[in-house]
């Protein structure tokens, strides 16, 4: 038997609201599970998050890679604490490219120690707005190694960008650290990257 236009608009129905349902208690999961980590209940937050981090959801992954890294609820498993991280800064979440620059930076999680990767992700990350990512490149730059060369230039445009909410931007004593050690052209290109990254991605004042 062919269904008819109605029918289909039924079956449409019926699905839209399976749909629906199961969001909104995904959401729900997600919501208990924020509840209960805030009341310091980590193994109900991991039951909570890891079946919507399973099923994609992006937050639930940050979060989920917040509990091994750390050690919350569950036994501390950097390379755990890292897959998730990875899965959710493959879909382009900021907090998840920061930690993944963090366990490049420090090695963790069976990752290589590589400051060249490490400053992809922070780059990343501060592209969508992540500012606490401006020091941590210009650290790496300031020292280089480990797969990325010593840049003060580069060093010197990080530490020179503001951070939103901070009145007295704490990057300003490692700018002026490694200005002694740079000659007025490095500086002057050092300013010129900072303003043209500003322009690209401003901010709104504090």
Avoid: C
């Amino acid at each position: 038997m062919i269904p008819t236009v109605n029918d289909m608009k039924a079956i449409r129905m019926i699905v839209l609201s399976i749909l629906l349902t199961a969001h909104g208690m995904a959401w729900g999961s997600f919501d208990e599970g924020l509840e209960a980590y805030h009341d310091g209940h980590y193994e109900t937050a991991l039951r909570e998050w890891k079946p919507l981090a399973e099923q994609g959801d992006i937050e639930s992954q940050v979060r989920l890679g917040y509990l091994y890294f750390d050690g919350l609820g569950v036994e501390q498993d950097f390379k755990e604490g890292v897959k998730w991280f990875r899965m959710a800064a493959d879909q382009g979440n900021p907090e998840a490219q920061g930690k993944l620059g963090i366990a490049y930076q420090l090695g963790k999680g069976d990752l290589p120690k590589d400051y060249k990767e490490a400053a992809n992700w922070y780059r990343k990350a501060a592209e969508q707005g992540a500012y606490n990512r401006y020091y941590n490149l210009g650290f790496l730059y300031e020292n280089g190694g480990n797969g990325l060369l010593q840049d003060y230039v580069q060093a010197y445009m990080w530490y020179s960008l503001e951070i939103p909410l901070y009145r007295d931007n704490f990057n300003d004593i490692h700018r002026l650290r490694i200005a002694e050690n740079m000659t007025p052209a490095q500086i002057a290109e050092g300013r010129q990257l900072a303003r043209e990254w500003m322009e690209k991605h401003p901010y709104p004042a504090p």
